[in-house]
C-alpha cells in the first residue's frame, strides 16, 4: 500500500519534472530576452546621445528617428521587464516589489528635496537627472541583496 | 503559519531542489516556507497540497499570532 502510494508520487514527481523544466527554460528564455532588450536599448540610448555630434552633424531628421527608436526600444524592454518579473516565482516576485517600492520612494522623496537645494540656494549646481537614475538604481539593487538575504 | 514541508519532504527523501522543481519555485522559495519566513499563495498551497496528495490544511496551519 505504501510502496503503491510511494509510486504515485514518484509520477507525479517525474511528470512536474518536465513541466519544472518547461518553467526553467521559459524563465531562462525571459532573462535572455531581457538582457538582449537592454543592450538594444542601451544601444539606441548612446546613438541617440552621441549620433548628433558625432555621426551627422545635428541633422533634425534622423535626430527625431534616433530618439524615437531610443523610446520605442526602451518601451520593448520594459515589456521584457514585466514578462520577465511575471514569470519568476512569487518569493521573488515579492522580493522585487518590495525593492521597486524602496527604489521608487527613494527617487521621489531624495530626487525632489535634491531638487529643492538648487531652489533654495543650498546648492550652486544644476540637479541631474542622471543622479537620480543612478541613486534610484543603487537604491534598488541595495534592496534586492537585502530582500534575498531576508529570505535566505 | 506553520507547515509541515520540512516533514513531509523528508520522508520522501526529496532535497529542496526537487521539491522546487516540482512546484516550479526556487530552492530559496522552499527553505524560506519550511523555515517559516515566507508563506505561499493558495495556487502554491493547492500545489503542493496536491503533490503530496494531502489536504491544504494537513501541509499548512494558520497561526493567528504569527
Known amino acids: ?152 | 503559519m506553520k507547515n509541515r514541508l520540512k516533514v513531509l519532504r523528508a520522508e520522501r527523501d526529496w532535497t529542496q531542489a526537487q521539491l522546487a522543481d516540482a512546484l516550479e519555485v526556487s530552492r530559496q522559495t522552499i527553505n524560506a516556507l519550511e523555515t517559516g519566513k515566507f508563506d505561499p499563495s493558495l495556487p502554491l498551497a493547492f500545489k503542493a497540497a496536491r503533490l503530496f496528495n494531502l489536504a491544504i490544511e494537513d501541509i499548512f496551519q494558520y497561526e493567528a499570532d504569527s
Open chain 1, 1 to 152: 500500500m505504501l510502496t503503491l502510494q510511494k509510486d504515485n508520487l514518484n509520477k507525479l514527481m517525474n511528470k512536474t519534472k518536465t513541466d519544472s523544466s518547461a518553467w526553467t527554460t521559459r524563465n531562462k528564455e525571459n532573462t535572455i530576452r531581457l538582457a538582449l532588450w537592454t543592450a538594444a536599448w542601451l544601444v539606441t540610448t548612446a546613438i541617440a546621445a552621441f549620433g548628433p555630434k558625432v555621426l551627422w552633424d545635428f541633422s533634425t531628421v534622423p535626430t527625431i528617428l534616433g530618439v524615437l527608436a531610443n523610446v520605442g526600444v526602451g518601451f520593448g524592454m520594459m515589456g521584457a521587464s514585466k514578462r520577465h518579473l511575471q514569470g519568476q516565482d512569487e518569493l521573488m516576485q515579492k522580493i522585487q516589489l518590495e525593492a521597486m517600492a524602496f527604489a521608487m520612494g527613494m527617487g521621489l522623496v531624495i530626487g525632489l528635496s535634491y531638487e529643492l537645494l538648487e531652489d533654495i540656494r543650498i546648492i550652486s549646481f544644476e540637479p541631474e537627472i542622471s543622479h537620480l537614475v543612478i541613486l534610484v538604481c543603487l537604491t534598488y539593487m541595495a534592496a534586492m541583496v537585502a530582500g534575498i538575504r531576508k529570505y535566505r
